[in-house]
């Protein structure tokens, strides 16, 4: 199963992009990079996947470069509501023996 | 659409106390899944079902044990509850084995004292 690494917290103000980046190093090659969010007490939601290069949906887009050691998840222009944990999973499809990291707080400040 | 719906939404037990946490989705999903949250652990996979009448073990799948013998439900039961096990409870589904996008529910929280 690939390992990621992402940061443990972040900080950013009302209306700035967030971008939040996650490690890799042993992706394979047939794994997908996917992204979720989860406010308290709710279950994640899932917001956006990927192979390479970019992916862009209503919510957010993901960066992925040609070599997918890493991914980077961008939020634009974040409000109050986007405060939550955000976790980046690499697996095959099914998501089978899969687990979801400890993720990263984002909070947005006023 | 409900979506994925879970009972109880809380519960405490006592330790040695047996209690079955029911999953339920209304998307004909054929994947379901029981994670249990933890404080600094993430989201950890206990038992998960690749269809009706089957399961298997995921990450953490000591003390509990599931059944799917109805396409629309995943049924997690702890036979003998004990403290370790005080915890958040998500279950979630997928449509297929192609599928990345999990559904999650809203959780059942656990304690056992």
């Known amino acids: 199963l690939a390992k990621t690494t992402q940061p443990i917290s972040m900080d950013s103000y009302e209306g700035q992009e967030v971008n939040i980046t996650c490690s890799h190093n042993?992706?394979?090659?047939?794994?997908?990079i996917t992204w979720y969010q989860q406010f308290p007490s709710q279950g994640p939601r899932f917001i956006i996947q990927?192979?390479?290069t970019k992916v862009t949906n209503e919510v957010a887009s993901l960066f992925i470069p040609a070599d997918r050691k890493s991914s980077t998840l961008s939020l634009p222009r974040v409000s109050l509501s986007d405060t939550a944990v955000y976790y980046c999973?690499?697996?095959?499809?099914?998501?089978?023996?899969?687990?979801f990291g400890i993720g990263t707080k984002l909070q947005v400040i006023p | 659409n409900a979506g994925v719906t879970q009972t109880p939404k809380f519960r405490v037990l006592k330790t040695g106390q047996s209690m079955t946490l029911l999953c339920a989705q209304d998307?004909?999903?054929?994947?379901m899944y029981w994670y249990r949250q933890d404080p600094g652990m993430g989201l950890r996979l206990i038992h998960y079902?690749?269809?009706?009448?089957?399961?298997a073990k995921g990450e953490v799948p000591d003390g509990y044990n599931v059944s799917r013998l109805k396409k629309q439900n995943f049924l997690l039961g702890l036979e003998s509850a004990a403290p370790s096990q005080t915890s958040v409870y998500f279950c979630?589904?997928?449509?297929?084995?192609?599928?990345?996008?999990?559904?999650f529910g809203p959780g059942t929280r656990l304690t056992v004292t």
């Open positions: 998307m004909n999903h054929e994947y």
């Open positions: 042993n992706i394979a090659t047939n794994d997908y």
């Open positions: 999973l690499v697996a095959l499809a099914g998501y089978q023996k899969v687990t």
């Open positions: 990927g192979y390479k």
């Open positions: 979630a589904s997928t449509r297929s084995g192609e599928s990345y996008e999990q559904y």
């Open positions: 079902s690749v269809g009706e009448g089957t399961t």
